[in-house]
């Protein structure tokens, strides 16, 4: 069965730090892999998503991240992190049956 | 252009009562996926509904229950409440076989 998994529950980083959330999967196959933030109380927005071809994928925020299929990761990085981008992080993957699957979520801390 | 649209925000329910909680779908968007999402934790599929069908289900039991409209809104039905069921439940949308889902800020519903 597909699984995600995020091995980081909790990271903190200061402001204009770089940061790496990890995130591997499970599946068969290649299966379309996104990223999303949730602020508290809030619902998910979409970051950026993976779906074939270059393997370095761009999203908002200046969020970017890239696929692995030999490590079967897809780790979200940005360079300099704003406080702003304090959240709730969730990777998830879609192995085509329209049944998206997410991890557990990483939740991000920026000190000042 | 409206997103997707949940409501209500807050429901407040007795262990044993009955839920109803609505979604209405981007513009544009003919299919609805509905999640758990206890706290600290990722959310969780129940299921999707396509031309007011069940298309897939997640490992929820039958107290779980669904229904979408011709304008392709819907609903989550939950039977005999459990202290366990209290979670943000959110709404997710796309058109058929499109990617990736957009969610509504969910309902957060809590059962004493």
């Known amino acids: 069965a597909q699984s995600v998994t995020q091995p980081d529950i909790h990271i903190t980083v200061s402001e204009g730090a770089s940061l790496e959330l990890r995130c591997n999967y499970s599946y068969g196959a290649t299966p379309y892999l996104f990223w999303y933030v949730q602020s508290p109380g809030q619902g998910l927005q979409l970051l950026l998503k993976y779906f074939s071809g270059d393997t370095l994928v761009q999203g908002i925020k200046g969020f970017e991240a890239e696929f692995k299929r030999s490590q079967s990761s897809f780790n979200l990085r940005k360079p300099s992190v704003h406080w702003s981008d304090a959240a709730e992080y969730f990777c998830?993957?879609?192995?085509?049956?329209?049944?998206?699957?997410f991890g557990a979520g990483t939740r991000l801390t920026v000190k000042p | 252009d409206a997103g997707v649209t949940q409501s209500p925000t807050h429901l407040i329910k007795t262990r044993g009562q009955q839920v109803t909680l609505r979604c209405s779908p981007k513009s544009g968007h003919d299919t609805v996926s509905w999640y758990q999402q206890a706290l600290g934790q990722g959310p969780q599929f129940i299921f999707q509904y396509y031309e007011e069908e069940e298309r897939q289900r997640g490992n929820f039991p039958d107290r779980f229950s669904g229904h979408q409209f011709p304008n392709y809104s819907s609903e989550l039905n939950v039977n005999a409440l459990l202290l366990g069921d209290s979670a943000l439940y959110l709404c997710?949308?796309?058109?058929?076989?499109?990617?990736?889902?957009?969610f509504g800020n969910g309902t957060r519903l809590t059962v004493t």
């Open positions: 997710a949308s796309s058109w058929t076989g499109g990617r990736p889902l957009h």
């Open positions: 998830a993957v879609d192995a085509g049956n329209n049944d998206m699957r």
